[in-house]
């Protein structure tokens, strides 16, 4: 399913009025409601939650198949040697996983970073923010759009863009090297 409607399904059951997570989840367990779309913390925290649901079948799926490729040698070599299964997995599987994963955890990073769909189609940044322009859940790239198609203020919004990309490449380009991802050499 595409990712909008997954945001927009999301919206409708966050909504403050009619949503059922306020009508039948957090009543049947005799929660208050949430003012999830107009207090900056509920609906931050409610934006953590659709993009937790929303990334976590791609990383899982990465995830899963780089266990599959772990070679099962590896274990029984160590098992021989009297390794623990924490030893294992502290020796073995974490700094394969975590070699393979780097990148899909930067690529994750830097989408989320940039992820204006979400911020738009949920609320339009909202909150609103008393004194400025930008909502409480506004990320750069939706202040951004807000300052280019509200308010007319492109010089701050190229700005700010051009910033955001200076940081974003450079941050990509740190961690890369830092987590030694996409080298042919051997993992060792």
Not at 13 to 24: C, L, P, Q
Not at 36 to 57: E, Y
Not at 117 to 129: K, Q, R, T
């Amino acid at each position: 399913m595409p990712g909008f409607v997954t945001i927009l399904v999301f919206a409708g059951m966050f909504n403050d009025s009619f949503g059922v997570i306020n009508n039948a989840i957090l009543s049947f367990f005799g929660i208050s409601p949430k003012a999830w779309l107009t207090d900056p913390f509920w609906t931050k925290t409610a934006l953590i939650m659709m993009q937790t649901w929303l990334g976590f079948p791609f990383v899982f799926a990465m995830t899963t198949g780089v266990l599959q490729a772990i070679p099962d040698d590896l274990y029984e070599a160590a098992t021989m040697d009297g390794a623990s299964a924490f030893t294992r997995l502290r020796t073995i599987t974490l700094p394969l996983v975590l070699y393979a994963i780097a990148p899909i955890i930067i690529t994750q990073y830097t989408f989320n970073f940039n992820n204006f769909n979400i911020i738009y189609l949920f609320n339009n940044g909202g909150p609103a923010v008393a004194g400025s322009n930008a909502g409480g859940t506004d990320i750069l790239v939706s202040w951004i759009y807000k300052l280019t198609m509200s308010s007319s203020q492109y010089a701050i919004a190229a700005t700010i863009t051009i910033l955001l990309s200076i940081f974003v490449v450079g941050l990509a380009l740190w961690q890369f090297r830092a987590t030694k991802s996409f080298k042919n050499d051997d993992m060792a």
